[in-house]
């Protein structure tokens, strides 16, 4: 019996652990922060004046309960959205007012009253894509003290006058002298006054709060301490330049609107960059203004004026961040929120330069074999203005001549009369035949496009190819074109001196139509015969190029499915025991994939198209499978070529635990010293007709600036019926994905 | 100024002949370099006569031809036909450029192997494999194509002493519009001959069917032939997977792609006949791209082509021995190579061009070899300029089948060298002695001087 109940109290437990989740990590969400230390150290301050302590811990139990028991996103819950402003309003009650039955009663009722605000507030903000913030906390905190006044039964207390009795009651004596002492060290004012106004954001106005949280702040993100001290001492200059007394702030509750605004602003709802940092420095007069400004309109209420600057600058600013019609300022909005000014930047900067430029559509070359660009964007022969974005494709023989023989000839010239292909999938828009091949060295300028083939592939999204051979289209108006059938033959119709494919993408159906820039999916570039993979970009002039041609074997065994399960045999020491362990393949409502450990509660996202399989992300600890797994497979192409050598950048954030990354944090949104590189090559096959395995060498390395510090290589075989092998240094695992 | 050449005077019978496209010029272009190397230069160095091969040439020709297929189909092989050129510097350069090695006998697949080809790269065609070459090949994983019956009952048999499964495809013969019908390799398509040869290897279940093979014929000037072959193949390929759900990974069109020599008895000159690698390359892939494969998953196309690869890397040089006049009045030209060194005279109207500029003056000549038989005729009939003796001169295209089919007969064999894409000469094979020559004989004791 006494076992069932274990059982159950550990399912009970279990069940709701997001509760208690929800309940810490409510502390660091004022900071944005999923920290765990940080949390503790906030909760640990709170408990300064145990009373406001205690109310702040009871009111953020209310509203996660309440939430609970109204049915609200457990993830949510768990991450302490519902919690952090019913903290922020509780905290100053249990402060304020004497203990009793009526302060109980506030208490519940402040609780009921924010998280009903924060719903409220997130959804209606959400909708358009703005943060909420603390707008229930200075709303409830209003409503709250505008209300008590009239309570009789309600009476103010002493804990906030006398803040040493409260510690005595904490830790004795020692904590007593310990935070006098504290206080007698001479502090430059301004730094004094920025650690006072960090603790004021719990409404502790003591240096030891502030170290504490200045401490938590810096281990959950240095930028975001970088940043609080560069937003507050920016309003600190402003004051005295405008000639307002810098002391105000030491007994105002205004100082941590600059800490929070700097924080939002430079670093968690836009990427960490120099631009940013630059923004955070001109928009704090701003938030000085208003905060001057909102205090002399509040002042007849006597309400303070809380985080209320923050609250309207930060989604103001945002707002008008987003309706900008170019990016080039510099300013660019977190899309996908990581909790941390580090891991967004990191994050965004490995995306910025692996897979920014990706289109939705993995163009092909519309043609076999190797071909050279004689014409790329902005060519000086024809690619211009309008026009701009289009590439002609040409053959040339072994001496770099397009022709053999005297060139007199059409037949002569290599690419004449050769298959080309659509670029991808579509439905063809329109087709003009009929007009003749020129003899070499002449030009139609009449009908200048020849004869032309426009697919269309999506609303918005059509290609061309012209010039091509008179009845040489294989298919009319309304046909469906794949992208393996052959759409017609390479020619010298239009506007065509000599036999060329002209090739480009367009908005618009029209035969005139405007070209856009848009890259091609894959490629390879041949550089004096050796090939490199080029992604989500288009080839420039004198190229030669050639389409990936993807591998069957490759292809199905590195395609996973959600709901696949893929068995993980590992040893963990050349001499070690066998162990297995098991992953699950998700794909999540934004057509995400990823791989995820249960047990070690760690994911790694991935990609796989038809070309090409690569992780963008990883999350969780480092000295499992699925990162050995991440590292070593970080990008395969598609297709088998032993003189193919693929190169890539990690993601900085999956670097933990290591000083180099922590001094690299402090200067990580002005230059990266640090970089984490990945390589792969084919090394062999056991057959070429009929390959049943493939082996790879990848390698990871860490470089600091360039110069190595940390490398390791895996072994990779790739076999046919889902089976992976990594053999590393001392590590082995073997995949296999269950059917 | 140089010294102006003396040619002794003709009296030569008025005869303006059927002009041809080019008219009736005689001016045979004469060839001083090859690959920037003297030719004189080059005899006095490896001696006359002797045998040239253009390491640039063959690379380019190489490429030049993969490209052409690779433009049309996606996945591409080609196979060196040993017989045509096993020298192994020759060999070497096809290996680098990617081909697989081709063979037809033990003797020749030992040479592939020997050359470090991997058994899983090599094709073993022809109609005579003794038992161990069909043990030996099947234990290398390579591709072993079966000719007839008897064949493929022999390797049935032997597979049931092997451990691994013998990988085999069949060679098929079929009506390609082509006469003759080369309907002695194989088996034949059209009477079900193949189907029945696929049927035994799928029902024996001890060979691996991988592939379908096919060689029309050679010197094949008409692409017709290879669409017609191809579309049976494709045909075929896609019947077998429809009937026995049996994918067939390779479809191997043999060769005999024509060079640009021209062969006895052709009214036109091969320049204006021999179809390019383009020509070739359309009318193969086309009904390739065309059948249906699944377009992920496309046979590779094998092609063995040889003579179009090599031939234009090939050039003989040799020196005039004499000059004569025949009984009938005829001209006569003695050369130092004969048919024992260009074995392919017995087919091609070889062209001998001068190695220096001489006059536009020619004469109707008989041009003949060293050897005291009078079988040994290059040209029975050819407009030459007037030759002298000890006057160089060079045949050209001659890379292919000359240097496997020589004849070690009166003379010995010459030195082979080959230009490298330095421009620097290397010597690939040595002449023969009369050491090389002997070193097989054995005199019995009783016969010893």
């Known amino acids: 019996m006494k076992n069932r109940d274990d059982i159950y109290l550990l399912k009970q437990f279990r069940n709701n652990k997001y509760l208690g989740e929800g309940l810490l990590y409510s502390y660091s969400q004022v900071f944005f922060s999923d920290n765990l230390i940080l949390s503790v150290l906030i909760l640990l301050v709170t408990f300064m004046v145990p009373q406001s302590g205690i109310a702040g811990l009871a009111g953020v139990s209310v509203s996660l309960l309440l939430a609970k028991w109204m049915g609200f996103d457990k993830g949510t819950i768990s991450r302490g959205v519902y919690g952090y402003n019913t903290l922020l309003v509780t905290l100053p009650l249990g402060l304020f007012f004497k203990a009793g039955w009526a302060l109980v009663i506030i208490v519940l009722l402040a609780s009921v009253l924010t998280f009903f605000l924060t719903v409220f507030f997130r959804n209606k903000m959400l909708k358009s894509g703005l943060p909420f913030l603390s707008w229930p906390f200075v709303i409830s905190l209003w409503i709250i003290m505008l209300a008590v006044k009239r309570f009789a039964s309600i009476e103010f207390g002493d804990q906030s006058l006398f803040e040493l009795n409260g510690l005595y009651g904490i830790g004795g004596i020692n904590l007593v002298h310990g935070v006098d002492w504290l206080n007698r060290i001479p502090l430059p004012q301004g730094l004094r006054t920025y650690l006072i106004s960090l603790g004021a954001v719990f409404f502790q106005y003591n240096l030891l709060a502030g170290l504490a949280i200045a401490a938590g702040l810096v281990i959950y993100s240095r930028i975001a301490f970088l940043l609080s001290l560069t937003g507050f001492f920016t309003a600190c200059l402003f004051y005295s330049a405008i000639g307002l007394d810098i002391n105000t702030l030491d007994y105002s509750y205004i100082g941590f609107n600059y800490i929070l605004t700097a924080i939002a602003i430079g670093g968690f709802f836009l990427i960490p960059t120099t631009f940013s940092f630059f923004w955070t420095i001109v928009i704090m007069p701003v938030v000085t203004l208003l905060a001057v400004g909102m205090e002399q309109l509040l002042a ?15 989604p103001v600013f945002l707002y008008v961040i987003r309706q900008r019609k170019s990016r080039s300022s510099g300013l660019f909005p977190v899309v996908i929120q990581h909790n941390s000014p580090e891991r967004n930047l990191y994050a965004w900067s490995n995306y910025q330069n692996r897979l920014s430029r990706k289109a939705s559509m993995l163009f092909r070359l519309p043609f076999m074999g190797k071909w050279k660009v004689s014409q790329g964007y902005n060519g000086k022969l024809t690619h211009q203005a309008d026009w701009r974005f289009a590439w002609d494709f040409i053959k040339v023989g072994a001496d770099g001549k397009t022709y053999q023989g005297n060139g007199f000839n059409l037949s002569d010239y290599f690419c004449y009369s050769l298959p080309v292909y659509p670029a991808a999938d ?15 060295g002449d030009a139609n300028v009449r009908q200048n496009w020849g004869n032309t083939v426009i697919l269309k592939h999506a609303d918005g999204l059509y290609s061309k190819y012209s010039h091509l051979k008179p009845g040489s289209i294989r298919l009319k108006q309304g046909d469906s074109a794949v992208a393996s059938r052959e759409l017609a033959l390479v020619g010298n119709s239009g506007r065509s001196p000599e036999p060329h494919l002209h090739f480009q993408i367009q908005a618009e159906p029209d035969i005139d139509a405007a070209t856009i820039e848009y890259p091609f999916g894959y490629f390879l570039r041949y550089n004096n015969g050796t090939p490199s993979l080029i992604a989500y970009s288009g080839p420039n002039e004198n190229d030669l190029v050639c389409n990936l041609n993807a591998d069957q074997l490759l292809r199905r065994t590195l395609h996973f499915i959600p709901g696949q399960k893929i068995r993980v045999d590992y040893l963990e020491s050349p001499d070690g025991k066998l162990m297995q362990s098991e992953w699950e393949v998700h794909t999540d409502y934004f057509n995400n994939s990823y791989f995820f450990d249960r047990q070690s509660n760690s994911t790694a996202w991935f990609v796989s198209d038809d070309q090409q399989f690569y992780f963008t992300y990883y999350e969780g600890p480092k000295d499992n499978q699925l990162f050995t797994f991440f590292s070593a497979c970080f990008r395969v192409p598609l297709m088998f070529d032993k003189e193919l050598i693929i190169t890539d950048q990690l993601p900085l954030s999956v670097i933990t635990g290591s000083w180099l990354r922590w001094l690299q944090d402090w200067m990580a949104p002005f230059y990266l010293f640090l970089h984490y590189a990945f390589a792969l090559e084919f090394l062999n096959t056991d057959d070429t007709l009929d390959p049943s395995v493939y082996m790879l060498k990848t390698s990871t390395k860490q470089s600091v600036f360039h110069k190595n510090i940390q490398e390791t290589e895996f072994q990779v075989e790739i076999n046919r019926g889902g089976k992976i092998r990594i053999n590393s240094s001392g590590k082995s695992l073997c995949l296999t994905t269950i059917k | 100024m140089n010294k102006k050449l003396f040619e002794p005077p003709v009296i030569k019978r008025m005869h303006t002949g059927m002009p041809g496209k080019n008219g009736t010029s005689g001016i045979i272009e004469p060839i001083s370099h090859i690959d920037n190397n003297s030719v004189s230069t080059l005899i006095s160095l490896f001696g006359s006569p002797l045998f040239v091969l ?28 040993y017989k045509t050129n096993y020298l192994d510097a020759v060999c070497q ?12 006998s033990g003797f020749e697949y030992d040479k592939a192997i020997r050359n470090g080809v991997d058994g899983r790269e090599i094709i073993f065609n022809g109609p005579d494999k003794s038992e161990e070459d069909l043990i030996k090949a099947a234990n290398n994983h390579s591709y072993i ?26 060679r098929i013969n079929m009506e390609t519009g082509l006469f003759p019908k080369w309907d002695r390799f194989g088996f034949n398509y059209e009477n079900g001959e193949a189907l029945e040869a696929v049927r035994k290897i799928l029902a024996s279940g001890k060979l691996d069917l991988v592939g379908l093979h096919t060689h029309i ?34 479809l191997d069109m043999g060769g005999g792609f024509a060079s640009l020599n021209t062969l006895k008895g052709a009214y036109h000159n091969a320049a204006d006949t021999t179809p ?29 082509t040889g003579r179009a690869l090599i031939d234009d890397a090939g050039f003989l040089v040799g020196t005039v021995l004499a000059t004569k006049r025949l009984a009938d009045g005829r001209k006569a030209m003695i050369l130092d190579f004969g048919v024992n060194l260009l074995f392919t005279a017995f087919w091609y109207d070889h062209m001998i061009h001068p190695v220096r500029e001489m006059t536009g003056t020619t004469e109707d000549a008989v041009v003949y070899g060293p050897l005291c038989m009078n079988i040994d005729m290059i040209r029975d009939q050819m407009k030459l300029p007037l030759f002298q003796k000890d006057d160089h001169v060079v045949v050209s295209r001659t890379g292919a089948y000359n240097m496997t089919q020589w004849l070690q007969f009166i003379t010995l ?25 002997v070193q097989n004989e054995i005199t019995p004791d009783h016969l010893l001087p």
């Open chain 2, 217 to 250: 014929g050679t010197y094949v000037t008409s692409t017709s032939a290879y669409r017609i072959a191809a579309e049976k193949m494709a045909a075929f390929a896609m019947e077998i997977q429809g009937k026995f759900d049996k994918r067939i990974l390779y």
């Open chain 2, 93 to 104: 350069v096809f290996h680098q450029e990617g081909s697989w090695a081709e063979v037809v």
């Open chain 2, 145 to 170: 194509h079966i000719d007839h019956f008897d064949e493929l009952y022999t390797l049935i048999r032997l597979a049931e002493n092997i451990e691994v499964k013998p990988r085999v495809a069949i």
């Open chain 2, 276 to 304: 390019g690698f383009d020509q070739y390359a359309e009318a193969i892939t086309g009904p390739l791209i065309r059948a249906g494969f699944d377009p992920d998953n496309m046979p590779l196309l094998i092609l063995e």
């Open chain 2, 413 to 437: 064999r010459p030195n082979v060298i080959m230009i490298g894409m330095d421009g620097k000469p290397n010597l690939i094979r040595k002449a023969e002695t009369l050491d090389s020559l």
């Open chain 2, 54 to 81: 253009s390491e640039k040439t063959i690379r380019e020709t190489c490429r030049k031809a993969v490209d052409t297929f690779q433009s049309r189909y996606p996945k591409v092989q080609f196979g060196w036909s």
């Open chain 1, 426 to 440: 579509g439905v063809v828009d329109s087709v003009s035949d009929g007009i003749p091949d020129n003899e070499p």
């Open chain 1, 300 to 314: 007849p209420t006597g309400l303070s004026v809380y985080a209320l600057p923050f609250n309207l600058v930060v």
